[in-house]
Every structure is written in structure tokens, then in C-alpha cells.
């Protein structure tokens, strides 16, 4: 079974500037979370995706937004970057339900000049 | 306020020592979820271990074991006889029942396997 795959990999932008990040769930999988990982914030969710609804979002600005399509593939979008964006952006896919365990991409690398 | 808590930043020890990562929650929630997950270098998150809110038993995986004690709201994590390539930084995360799949994670744990 393939893994949660995210493009692209690494990213290099400028201040002022838009982004979009992709994921692909694993096959079956319903939901989709984000999470931004610095070295001074740790882990921090974004946003999770359901059945192409948001159904949490955490306390990000609204410069960070998502969306899910009917296959599951998520999309995340940051528009005007500030420095402080400078991140890994991981992706992570599982089947509904607070239980189960989340399945991790390799994450993408953004790093904003 | 923190919900998950690894006052551990970074831990060095020697190939076969045993060593134990401290994890803390909080949660108002009676039903919740704990997990771990490894972060080696190479930065994929990897899921090691679930456990749930009625489950206190404990388990030990190979050279793996955690201990859940509900009454210290504790979720610890040792490796036994460790080995280089235990080297990675360890996340506790928690997820409570009615909120989706939303994980809080820990700061992490750094720890170093010296050879």
C-alpha cells in the first residue's frame, strides 16, 4: 500500500508571495490533517479535512487555508508568506476517528526569504 | 495551556542502555487517545504505539515497552538495550474523542545513541 505522498518536496519562496502544498492520502482514507513544524513551536495543527469539509482547524491565521477533493487529495494554501513561515509542512492521513493512529508524508520544506 | 507535555528536550546514552521518555498529559476529556510516534533524521514521522483512555494496561513491543498511568496522567516510553539506530527525536501526541483526528503533540525528545 503506498504511503501519504506530498509535493513538492522543498519549496523556496519570497515574502509577499502565495504557496500551495499537496497531499495524497493513503488509499481509503478518508481524513487529512496539516501540521506545521518549526524548531521553536514544535508540531502544531493547521486543519483537518473530512469528506472535502473542514472539521478542525487550529489557531493559525487565515493567511493558511485548505481544502479536500472528492479522492481524498488535500491541498494547502499559505498567501502572503512572511518569514515566520519557514517550515516543514507535513501531511497526515487516516481513517476517521479520534482513535486511529495518523500516517505521516515526508513532509515539505518551504522556506521563506 | 499545554496539553502534552516531554520535559525531556534531549537525551544522550549508551548503546544498551535502557532509557525511559517522559510523557505528560492533560485533558478534561474521559475518553482520549495516546500515542508515539519517532521522528528519525531523515524526518518522517513514524507511528510506534496507541493506547485509549480505558486501556491501562501495559505493553512491551520487542525491546519497546510503555507505561500508562492514568492516575499521574503519564504516558512513558523505554527502550531497552538501545541501539544507534534508536536515534530520533520521540513525540508523544493526544487526541480526544469528539474532536476528529486533531493530535496535540509533545516538544519532542531528542535522543542520541552514542555507539
Known amino acids: 500500500k503506498a504511503g501519504v505522498t506530498q509535493t513538492p518536496r522543498y519549496l523556496i519562496k519570497t515574502r509577499g508571495q502565495q504557496v500551495t502544498l499537496s497531499c495524497s492520502p493513503i488509499s481509503g482514507h478518508r481524513s487529512v490533517s496539516w501540521y506545521q513544524q518549526t524548531p521553536g513551536q514544535g508540531l502544531q495543527f493547521l486543519f483537518e479535512y473530512f469528506s472535502e469539509t473542514q472539521r478542525n482547524k487550529g489557531n493559525f491565521p487565515g493567511r493558511f487555508s485548505g481544502r479536500q477533493f472528492s479522492n481524498s487529495r488535500s491541498e494547502m494554501n499559505v498567501s502572503t508568506l512572511e518569514l515566520g513561515d519557514s517550515a516543514l509542512y507535513l501531511c497526515?492521513?487516516?481513517?476517521?476517528?479520534?482513535?486511529?493512529?495518523?500516517?505521516f508524508g515526508p513532509g515539505t520544506r518551504l522556506t521563506v526569504l | 495551556a499545554q496539553k502534552v507535555t516531554q520535559a525531556q528536550t534531549e537525551i544522550s546514552v549508551v548503546e544498551k542502555e535502557d532509557v525511559t521518555l517522559d510523557c505528560v498529559y492533560e485533558t478534561r476529556d474521559t475518553t482520549y487517545y495516546l500515542f508515539w510516534y519517532k521522528q528519525p533524521p531523515s524526518g518522517e514521522l513514524v507511528f510506534l504505539i496507541r493506547r485509549n483512555s480505558f486501556d491501562e494496561q501495559n505493553e512491551i513491543s520487542g525491546r519497546y515497552s510503555w507505561n500508562f498511568q492514568k492516575s499521574t496522567s503519564s504516558f512513558n516510553f523505554t527502550i531497552t538495550a538501545s541501539q544507534v539506530v534508536d536515534s530520533a527525536v520521540y513525540f508523544c501526541a493526544l487526541s480526544e474523542a469528539g474532536y476528529g483526528n486533531q493530535f496535540y503533540f509533545g516538544t519532542g525528545t531528542s535522543l542520541t545513541v552514542i555507539p
Open positions: 497526515a492521513s487516516s481513517r476517521t476517528g479520534a482513535y486511529n493512529e495518523q500516517f
